[in-house]
Each structure stands twice: as structure tokens, then as C-alpha cells.
Nanobody
Framework: QVQLVESGGGSVQAGGSLRLSCVGSENWFSITTMGWHRQAPGKERELVAIVTSGDITEYADSVKGRFTVSRGAARNTVFLHMNNLQPEDTAVYYC??????????WGQGTQVTVST
């Protein structure tokens, strides 16, 4: 059994910044792809940003130029640096991990709230 644990959510005013962190369990030492999705109230979960084990990244158009996803030196970690946050970024953010051995897993989610 593997798990992902997020931290770093919170409340911020528009234009502010936050950093989200996610750590995979110690027994999950070969995570191919990690990243972040989000779900706003009344909306479907959507991809925010992902990064592969080779550090190839992909971003939603809505966050390009504002958010940066990266893997840590410990390859079971992933970060999301969010700058110039806007009210439409308000959502629950979920860490995502996938590998051939353990398949797809999600974290428990962390709330990000951006006020005007």
C-alpha cells in the first residue's frame, strides 16, 4: 500500500503566492509521474500540472506562467509553486502519483482559497 501526503494549502489574497508539497510513502521509491489536479466547488477535477521522472512538465493553460511544478531531490516528492494567485484558483488541490508497479494514487487534498 502506498500513499501521498500533501501540505501547504491555505488562504491568500489575489496576487499572492503559495507553495504546495507532496511526499509519497517510503515504499514507493519509483514514481514515474507526479503532479497536481484541482477541484473547485461544482466543477470536475482538472489537471493543473504534472512532471515526469525525466522532469518533463505539462501545465493547464490557465496556470502557465504563474505555477511551477518540480520534483524534489528525493524523487518521491513534488512541489507546486503558485504565484499571482487569482480567485478562480480557489479549489481543493490533490497530489497525484503514478507508476507501473502501484498504478494511480491521490492524496487527501489540501484547500487553497484566494480572496479578492
Amino acid at each position: 500500500q502506498v500513499q501521498l501526503v500533501e501540505s501547504g494549502g491555505g488562504s491568500v489574497q489575489a496576487g499572492g503566492s503559495l507553495r504546495l508539497s507532496c511526499v509519497g510513502s517510503e515504499n514507493w521509491f519509483s514514481i514515474t509521474t507526479m503532479g497536481w489536479h484541482r477541484q473547485a466547488p461544482g466543477k470536475e477535477r482538472e489537471l493543473v500540472a504534472i512532471v515526469t521522472s525525466g522532469d518533463i512538465t505539462e501545465y493547464a493553460d490557465s496556470v502557465k506562467g504563474r505555477f511551477t511544478v518540480s520534483r524534489g531531490a528525493a524523487r518521491n516528492t513534488v512541489f507546486l509553486h503558485m504565484n499571482n494567485l487569482q480567485p478562480e484558483d480557489t479549489a481543493v488541490y490533490y497530489c497525484y502519483g503514478w507508476s507501473t508497479g502501484f498504478g494511480q494514487h491521490w492524496g487527501q487534498g489540501t484547500q487553497v482559497t484566494v480572496s479578492t
